[in-house]
């Protein structure tokens, strides 16, 4: 696990440096995350007008016209769909075992959880490992700048756009389902969704960092989730040293 | 027992070696992350106490989790650690603003997460310490509308108690995510105008306002 790691990041670390220094630096010598900031933001309030005008009130209906078990069946049943994503990214990532505990996960939620509207895989201790092509393409090396957001799908980047390519062909879901999973998701975020925008002072910033930080952890952290190791989720420890004073006035 | 056994072993290791002026000798890394679980273990339960008491209302379960976040939060630490570089151009009266309403701000935060919760078992799962001495302890929702939740708090000796100083949900840290929105504000529009935004904010979110975009 750990040498592959190793290996993974050296091969990023010279794909950087074959890259030659792409990612632009600011006037403060620190590199800019969003070098498309202004064209990024208009986007983003694009698609918050779409949500607020179109997305919210299909999936306020939708949960009226549905019940909770229902939406939750079907967020399964949608998630079955798309083992391939996961298998085949694990595979990528030389992950073989995951790779089979994802095929064993659909026979079972496919048969004995009805079409996967059930999750008796999770009961038989057969953990899921939410793996896909972006994440796959990161361990491949690839960077993920520059920071983009894209009409009707949100916060992304050139590797993740890449891998929402590969996710979306091998997602089994047929078409004419995709707007009822998204309208289905939605509801069932609806109340995380509305406490993140009434606790950022900037939504599109807060968006934006979160992005960022989940997916490095995603890509950081491919084992068990639970397990705490040196692969550990969040900052490393430099981010928590505090400034030192050079006022008098603080204890 | 055994987790008893050490504590009390700590404690005594405490005593004996005398900390000089709140200055807390450095402890053997099991004991701190001993103490730092039973932190947090205890706060969980003390949470959950209280959200499954029937009789109090909302508002009266919001103001008894907002008592308990007060308790075990280094708002402090947390500020300077929002504001990093940017702390230092502060003046006494803007840093005591800011974390007087980052307090409110992270208060409310957590009180209207933790309002959603339903049913939900929540326990720690592990906990490690860093190697500046700070202890991660890791937690897990299990909720029965989604799919379960990881939440990891960081916890920093201050005297001889244990603050929280970071929640990372799901791999995202809540203090880098608003040091980020904070420096953005800070070099756009500078500190008064960060400050009083962030009070506007918490006004706003108090009254329960629905956002519009």
Same mark, same amino acid.
């Given at each position: 696990?750990?040498?592959?790691?190793?290996? =993974?990041?050296?091969?990023?670390?010279? %794909?950087?440096?074959?890259?030659?220094?792409?990612?632009?630096?600011?006037?403060?010598?620190?590199?800019?995350?969003?070098?498309?900031?202004?064209?990024?933001?208009?986007?983003?309030?694009?698609?918050?007008?779409?949500? *607020?005008?179109?997305?919210?009130?299909?999936?306020?209906?939708?949960?009226? %016209?549905?019940?909770?078990?229902?939406?939750?069946?079907?967020?399964? #049943?949608? *998630?079955?769909?798309?083992?391939? $994503?996961?298998?085949?990214?694990?595979?990528?990532?030389?992950?073989?075992?995951?790779?089979?505990?994802?095929?064993?996960? #659909?026979?079972?939620?496919?048969?004995?959880?009805?079409?996967?509207?059930?999750?008796?895989?999770?009961?038989?201790?057969?953990?899921?490992?939410?793996?896909?092509?972006?994440?796959?393409?990161?361990?491949?090396?690839?960077?993920?700048?520059?920071?983009?957001?894209?009409?009707?799908?949100?916060?992304?980047?050139?590797?993740?756009?890449?891998?929402?390519?590969?996710?979306?062909?091998?997602?089994?879901?047929?078409?004419?389902?995709?707007?009822?999973?998204?309208?289905?998701?939605?509801?069932?975020?609806?109340?995380?969704?509305?406490?993140? /925008?009434?606790? =950022?002072?900037?939504?599109?910033?807060?968006?934006?960092? =979160?992005?960022?930080?989940?997916?490095? =952890?995603?890509?950081?952290?491919?084992?068990?989730?639970?397990?705490?190791?040196?692969?550990?989720?969040?900052?490393?420890?430099?981010?928590?040293?505090?400034?030192?004073?050079?006022?008098?006035?603080?204890? | 027992?055994?987790?008893?056994?050490?504590?009390?072993?700590?404690?005594?290791?405490?005593?004996?070696?005398?900390?000089?002026?709140?200055?807390?000798?450095?402890?053997?890394?099991?004991?701190?992350?001993?103490?730092?679980?039973?932190?947090?273990?205890?706060?969980?339960?003390?949470?959950?106490? $209280?959200?499954?008491?029937?009789?109090?209302?909302?508002?009266?379960?919001?103001? /008894?989790?907002?008592?308990?976040? *007060?308790?075990?939060?280094?708002?402090?630490?947390?500020?300077?650690?929002?504001?990093?570089?940017?702390?230092?151009?502060?003046?006494?009266?803007?840093?005591?603003?800011?974390?007087?309403?980052?307090?409110?701000?992270?208060?409310?935060?957590?009180?209207?997460?933790?309002? /959603?919760?339903?049913?939900?078992?929540?326990?720690?799962?592990?906990?490690?310490?860093?190697?500046?001495?700070? $202890?991660?302890?890791?937690?897990?929702?299990?909720?029965?509308?989604?799919?379960?939740?990881?939440?990891?708090?960081?916890?920093?000796?201050?005297?001889?108690?244990? *603050?929280?100083?970071?929640?990372?949900?799901?791999?995202?840290?809540?203090?880098?995510?608003?040091?980020?929105?904070?420096?953005?504000?800070?070099?756009?529009?500078?500190?008064?105008?960060?400050?009083?935004?962030?009070?506007?904010?918490?006004?706003? /979110?108090?009254?329960?306002?629905?956002?519009?975009?």
């Amino acid at each position: 696990m750990r040498g592959r790691c190793t290996r =993974a990041a050296c091969a990023s670390l010279l %794909i950087g440096a074959l890259a030659g220094c792409s990612a632009p630096v600011g006037p403060d010598g620190r590199p800019v995350v969003d070098p498309h900031e202004a064209g990024n933001r208009s986007i983003f309030g694009f698609n918050e007008g779409v949500d *607020y005008y179109v997305l919210n009130p299909l999936a306020e209906g939708w949960s009226t %016209i549905t019940f909770l078990d229902l939406r939750l069946s079907l967020n399964k #049943f949608f *998630y079955n769909l798309e083992f391939l $994503v996961r298998c085949l990214s694990n595979l990528g990532q030389g992950e073989g075992k995951q790779a089979g505990v994802e095929v064993v996960r #659909f026979l079972t939620n496919t048969t004995v959880g009805l079409l996967g509207f059930f999750d008796p895989a999770s009961r038989l201790g057969l953990q899921r490992s939410d793996e896909d092509f972006g994440q796959m393409f990161a361990v491949w090396g690839m960077d993920g700048d520059p920071y983009w957001v894209l009409p009707f799908l949100g916060p992304s980047n050139p590797r993740d756009t890449l891998g929402f390519v590969f996710d979306s062909i091998f997602d089994l879901m047929l078409v004419f389902g995709l707007p009822i999973e998204i309208v289905n998701t939605r509801a069932l975020r609806d109340r995380e969704i509305e406490a993140a /925008r009434r606790s =950022a002072l900037d939504f599109y910033v807060f968006v934006r960092d =979160a992005y960022l930080q989940r997916r490095e =952890a995603q890509v950081q952290n491919r084992k068990l989730r639970e397990e705490l190791d040196d692969e550990t989720q969040g900052p490393g420890d430099d981010f928590y040293e505090l400034e030192e004073n050079d006022s008098e006035s603080v204890p | 027992m055994l987790r008893w056994h050490r504590f009390l072993v700590g404690v005594a290791a405490l005593i004996a070696l005398g900390p000089a002026a709140g200055e807390a000798p450095p402890l053997a890394p099991d004991v701190a992350v001993q103490q730092a679980r039973s932190v947090i273990d205890a706060t969980l339960k003390e949470v959950l106490q $209280v959200l499954a008491q029937k009789i109090l209302s909302e508002a009266d379960k919001k103001k /008894r989790i907002e008592e308990i976040a *007060y308790a075990h939060f280094d708002f402090d630490t947390m500020s300077r650690l929002i504001l990093a570089r940017n702390w230092r151009h502060f003046s006494q009266a803007q840093r005591d603003a800011f974390v007087a309403e980052f307090k409110k701000h992270l208060s409310l935060t957590y009180g209207e997460n933790l309002m /959603r919760y339903k049913n939900e078992t929540v326990a720690t799962t592990s906990a490690r310490a860093e190697k500046n001495g700070d $202890v991660k302890v890791r937690t897990k929702i299990v909720r029965s509308t989604a799919d379960p939740l990881l939440i990891d708090y960081r916890l920093r000796q201050r005297e001889t108690t244990w *603050y929280v100083i970071d929640v990372i949900i799901e791999g995202i840290s809540l203090v880098a995510n608003f040091r980020t929105q904070t420096q953005a504000i800070i070099s756009d529009v500078g500190a008064d105008r960060l400050i009083e935004r962030l009070r506007k904010k918490n006004a706003e /979110r108090a009254q329960q306002k629905k956002t519009t975009p």
